[in-house]
């Protein structure tokens, strides 16, 4: 909500957008409501593309913190191979094979 005082003296309160369009009409007259219509509308489709283009972001920035999170979990399984006395390449060649996976999956 806002609270606008007009060259008049007068005080309006403006809740929604179509508040300021009708203010707008009633004091500068039809064509220019519609040009401050016009103007909303864009600033709405504006707002609503890139709120859209922030949740596919977040959406993307998650699966690749889960993909990330799953490649260490990976090289700590190397690790672990790697440590002890006799060293299974099979097992190592299926870890790698499974992190280029997911690194294929995230490029």
Do not use: W
């Not at 040009?35 to 922030?54: G, H």
Request: with cysteine; glycine share 2%; aromatic share 4%.
């Amino acid at each position: 909500m806002r609270i606008v005082n007009i060259l008049n003296g007068e005080i309006e309160f403006i809740k929604h957008d179509d508040d300021l369009v009708k203010l707008v009409e009633n004091h500068m007259g039809y064509d220019m409501s519609c040009a401050i219509k016009d103007l909303v509308e864009r600033a709405d489709e504006v707002k609503y593309k890139t709120e859209s283009n922030l949740l596919s972001y977040e959406l993307s920035l998650e699966e690749s913190r889960e993909g990330y999170l799953e490649l260490c979990d990976m090289l700590e399984r190397m690790v672990n191979t790697l440590e002890k006395k006799k060293i299974n390449k099979t097992t190592l060649q299926e870890i790698i094979d499974r992190m280029e996976n997911i690194i294929n999956r995230h490029i």
